[in-house]
């Protein structure tokens, strides 16, 4: 899986927080990194706090997201370089600081770089990746990877290369593998006698009450 490193321009508002803690999880969803969701929406919601708080409201600024190896990787990008994050003991009377308390505390690492044009406060979060383009190790996911690997080296299609390991398919040809393997299991299920739309939409049924789950659990 590809997962391409994004950024978003935005301005330092109340109301923007919402916004980017939504757009964050639909890219989780879409990388496939469901677990770190919470903790990656928190560090977004105290990153683009510390800039509306000691940068100044309306400050243009830049949420910019990543994998760097198999740590995710949030920045926000601000003009201020002379206004920098403060950690403080969450247990002390005093507000200022407790923001990035709690990005201390949920992510494994988290940095200023100073820019001539501009500050970027950062931080990284661990993930379950086994590799930067790779997927977290669902059981799941990797019987079907099993299966691919076996069904793959079996069906002659015409675009079929590097079918040895499933992990080297380009994207375009694992879908056609998946398609091809589907439609195999269809023919099989009317052979035996089995309504295969009904097999379909009780396999969506169990994909999306398990995609729920899964999205609740993390």
């Given at each position: 899986?590809?997962?391409?490193?994004w950024?978003?321009?935005?301005?330092?508002?109340?109301?923007?927080?919402?916004?980017?803690?939504r757009?964050?999880r639909?890219?989780?969803?879409?990388?496939?990194?469901?677990?770190?969701?919470?903790?990656?929406?928190?560090?977004?919601?105290?990153?683009?706090?510390?800039?509306?708080?000691?940068?100044?409201?309306?400050t243009?600024?830049?949420?910019?997201?990543?994998?760097?190896?198999t740590?995710?990787?949030?920045?926000?990008?601000?003009?201020?370089?002379?206004?920098?994050?403060?950690?403080?003991?969450?247990s002390?009377?005093s507000?200022?600081?407790?923001?990035?308390?709690?990005?201390?505390?949920?992510a494994d690492?988290?940095?200023v770089?100073?820019?001539?044009?501009?500050?970027?406060?950062?931080?990284?979060?661990?993930t379950k990746?086994t590799?930067?383009?790779?997927?977290?190790?669902?059981?799941?996911v990797?019987?079907?990877?099993a299966?691919?690997?076996?069904?793959?080296?079996?069906?002659p299609?015409?675009?079929r290369?590097?079918?040895?390991?499933v992990?080297k398919?380009?994207?375009?040809?694992?879908?056609?593998?998946?398609?091809?393997a589907?439609?195999?299991f269809?023919?099989?299920?009317?052979?035996?006698?089995?309504?295969?739309?009904?097999?379909?939409?009780?396999?969506?049924?169990?994909?999306?009450?398990?995609?729920?789950?899964?999205?609740?659990?993390?």
């Amino acid at each position: 899986m590809s997962r391409k490193p994004w950024e978003l321009a935005f301005t330092a508002e109340p109301v923007e927080v919402a916004s980017l803690r939504r757009i964050m999880r639909l890219h989780l969803d879409i990388w496939g990194l469901q677990d770190i969701t919470d903790e990656a929406q928190l560090c977004v919601s105290e990153l683009v706090s510390n800039v509306i708080t000691h940068v100044g409201l309306g400050t243009p600024a830049t949420l910019a997201v990543s994998v760097r190896g198999t740590d995710l990787r949030i920045e926000v990008h601000d003009p201020d370089t002379r206004a920098l994050p403060v950690l403080r003991d969450p247990s002390m009377d005093s507000l200022e600081g407790r923001g990035m308390a709690l990005v201390d505390a949920v992510a494994d690492r988290w940095g200023v770089l100073l820019h001539p044009d501009r500050k970027v406060t950062w931080c990284e979060l661990a993930t379950k990746l086994t590799a930067p383009n790779g997927h977290v190790e669902a059981l799941s996911v990797m019987r079907a990877e099993a299966l691919l690997s076996l069904y793959a080296t079996a069906t002659p299609l015409p675009c079929r290369t590097g079918f040895g390991d499933v992990g080297k398919l380009t994207s375009a040809v694992a879908e056609e593998t998946v398609i091809a393997a589907i439609t195999d299991f269809l023919h099989w299920l009317q052979a035996h006698g089995r309504d295969a739309d009904d097999m379909l939409d009780r396999a969506q049924m169990r994909f999306e009450a398990e995609h729920v789950a899964r999205c609740q659990g993390s």
